[in-house]
């Protein structure tokens, strides 16, 4: 949602997701030793590191559901491009 755009509405509900997930505060800082989620009127450094953190864990849960298995990076390779070098 853009800040510039806002409409009452759109307030509310994120008014409401921020009051929810604000009890998992204590877990927050219990993984990452920050005080965040903060409120948008709020916003510190902890909440970009927080941000950054959440963002980089599901990138790499991605990543790891989407790694190809040995067999299959071994079809993708074409042996007959490779020359032995001894």
């Known amino acids: 949602m853009a800040v ?4 009452a509405i759109a ?4 008014n409401k997701e ?9 877990k927050i800082k219990e993984l990452y030793n920050l005080n965040g989620p903060n409120n948008f009127n709020e ?9 950054s953190r959440v963002i980089k864990k599901i990138a790499h849960s991605l990543c790891e559901l989407g ?7 071994a079809e993708a390779i074409d042996y ?7």
């Open 18 to 26: 921020f009051k929810r997930i604000t009890e998992y505060k204590g």
């Open 4 to 7: 510039v755009h806002r409409s």
């Open 11 to 14: 307030e509310d509900r994120l």
């Open 43 to 51: 916003v510190n450094f902890d909440d970009f590191i927080l941000f």
């Open 67 to 73: 790694k190809p298995s040995t067999e299959l990076i």
């Open 80 to 86: 007959k491009k490779f020359k032995k070098i001894y």
